[in-house]
């Protein structure tokens, strides 16, 4: 069983939880600009927490591929005003809503944990100057993502020899720069990286394989809804990629993932409510 813990709060992981995707930006490649301002962010919010999502991952700065990078500055104003927002009105002890900020730069992470966030998700795997530190000193469970290559160029006929072990090398040195800086193991996710740096095929490698990764004995989040992944092999536009979405989800969950980061919550948690209740029965 996973437990994590951050500041007063602790998040039972022994069943798949939902993550909703609350997008501050102007340019993601689903649902770029709907929820660019603050209002339409926060009615997003109310609307994932109304629906189920048991923690909202907010970001600021879009790392489809091709993605331009994002001021500190701008980044700030995207962000932090909305985790404000959803730390008063969701994210109390014991039963809380929980807040992550989806970002890779230190000072982003220190004003959103001070802000109400309660874990940290970086797809740059606190890889940038300073972050490891910065997520160490804040002491907020940590999501460590695998990218390959940065997201403008990401998708540049990446390559591997063997994707599995590729990313379990990866995990090894970054989980254990992790403890080097005083981050307990228990705080520690992993999220394999759907679409960051791989192609089509070696997308369902991972999602195939995923549980060679649960030899790190770590939870285990997953984020591939309406991704080119799901796009590609069904030739579907961005639109129109429920189905696939909620398929990818529940062959994670039933490979052991542990928070699903998904656009659609109300149809993701229908899955896994089914899901559940089979295996109660079996």
Partial sequence: MFELKSKNKSLDLSAPLVMGIVNVT???????????????????????????????DIGGESTRPGAAEVSLADELARVIPVIEYAAQKYAGTGGGIWLSIDTSKPEVMAAAVNAGADMINDVRALQLPGALEMAANLNVPVCLMHMKGEPKDMQEAPEYQDIIQEVSDFFDVRVDACMAAGIERGNILLDPGFGFGKTLEHNYQLLAQLPALHAFHLP???????????????????????????????????????????????????VLSVMSATMACS
Avoid: Y
Wanted: glycine share 10%; hydrophobic share 45%.
């Fill in 220 to 270: 285990i989040l997953i984020g591939l809804s309406r991704k080119r992944m799901i796009g590609e092999l069904l030739q579907r536009d961005v639109t129109e990629r429920l189905a696939g979405s909620l398929a990818g989800a529940l062959i994670a969950a039933q490979q052991g993932a542990r928070i699903l980061r998904v656009h659609d919550v109300a149809e993701t948690r229908d």
């Fill in 26 to 56: 102007p340019d993601s490649f689903s649902d770029g600009g709907q929820f660019a301002n603050f209002d339409a962010a926060c009615a997003h919010v109310d609307k994932l927490v109304a629906q189920g999502a048991k923690i909202l």
